[in-house]
């Protein structure tokens, strides 16, 4: 679902109507939303599923921290490099869908289908999930925090690129490197 939805949205880039383009920001924000949950979820599942150790699951969410702000890095030189060669501003979101379309043909081939939990009723483990959140003041005083930045994320994801672009042309694959390990030099403090 996620790869479909973000190559869907990277297809969209291609047309100049504006209609088109907030379904493309639509689909990429649902995308978004599947990738920091449905893998994390599969990760986890998969992790108490072999019977794993418990301390192992935090070392890995560890590195993929570490493991996602070096990709973004990467891709953020690999876009300037793509815009650079293709000279179009939509190269990136080209390079992407090829990208995605490998992963998921391996991803198809190479992991085996994890359902989580199937005797729960998603009806009632959303329902079960609102009663908790409710009940618990850390709970929804974190999820309200998370709401509220990445609100704010989003509104600047939204707002730098015109905003540097006002002193003209700007090579957006290098500032989004750039901004990348910003944000790896910020968090590694808070490495375990």
């Not at 199937?118 to 908790?132: H, M, Y």
């Not at 990445?150 to 090579?171: D, H, K, N, Q």
Request: hydrophobic content about 50%.
């Amino acid at each position: 679902m996620y790869r479909a939805t973000y190559m869907l949205s990277c297809a969209t880039k291609h047309f100049n109507v504006f209609e088109i383009l907030m379904v493309g920001r639509l689909l990429g924000g649902i995308s978004t939303s599947i990738l920091f949950s449905a893998f994390e979820s599969w990760m986890v599942s998969e992790h108490h599923s072999n019977s794993f150790e418990g301390a192992w699951l935090s070392e890995t969410f560890s590195l993929m921290t570490v493991g996602n702000g070096i990709i973004a890095i990467v891709a953020g030189w690999i876009a300037q490099t793509a815009v650079d060669f293709m000279e179009h501003p939509v190269a990136p979101f080209d390079v992407s869908f090829v990208f995605l379309l490998i992963g998921t043909i391996l991803i198809w081939f190479s992991w085996r289908e994890n359902y989580g939990d199937v005797k729960t009723n998603t009806t009632d483990a959303i329902k079960d999930s609102i009663k908790k959140i409710m009940a618990s003041r850390p709970i929804f005083l974190l999820g309200a925090t998370q709401s509220l930045f990445e609100g704010a994320m989003y509104t600047f994801v939204f707002m730098w690129t015109p905003t540097l672009e006002r002193g003209g042309s700007i090579p957006h694959g290098v500032i989004f490197a750039t901004f990348m390990v910003c944000c790896s030099l910020g968090g590694a403090p808070f490495e375990p």
